[in-house]
């Protein structure tokens, strides 16, 4: 029987991932990449202190997974993958506002991650949740000879912060 779903009854919840989500997350990772990550690759990189897994539940189901790093003033994100029978209907956007309430001044002000050349498709999601390509790594993606362009996020400076039409105002320039 097939059961149709109102948006308003599916419910999308970002929470930790624990060992017995591994299996979705493969499956949704074998689905997602050429060169997926096994088992032991998940574990290997989970077992930094510094890493993080979180899953999308969608009323109950394992719809996407993220794993990130948390590095000196940013954090990068390793992976991030939505299973395709839920894609585009907000789930990255989900796990990537997640990831943007965890950034403050004070201690990790950006997101950053890598993506190949070739996916277009990731490429212009991160642009849509505001990431900017800043940088192409020739070869990063050895394996397979393709090259990484490195996006990145960042918390709005001061200057953008200026409040509408008020110039930013240079504190330094008096002094030079
Ligand atoms: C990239 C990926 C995570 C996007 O997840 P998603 O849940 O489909 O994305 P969302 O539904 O939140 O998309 C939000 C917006 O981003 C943009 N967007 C997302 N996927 C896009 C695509 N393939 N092409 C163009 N724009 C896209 C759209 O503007 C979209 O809004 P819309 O659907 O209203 O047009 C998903 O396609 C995926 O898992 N890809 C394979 C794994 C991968 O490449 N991961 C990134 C590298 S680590």
Redesign the pocket.
Known sequence: MLIMETASEVKLHVRWMIKADLASVLGIESK??DRPWCEEDFCDRLRFRNAIGMVVDRNGTVC?YMIYMLDRGKIV?E????HPD?????????MVDKLKSKLNENRRRKLE?L?RET????Q??FK??GFRAIEVIRGHFEDEGVDAYLMCHELADTFSAAPDGEMPRNRIRIYL
């Open positions: 997602s990449f996407g994100v992976k991030l993958a939505v839920f894609r585009r209907q907000n789930v990255g956007k989900k991650l993506v996916s277009v498709g990731a212009l999601f849509e949740m």
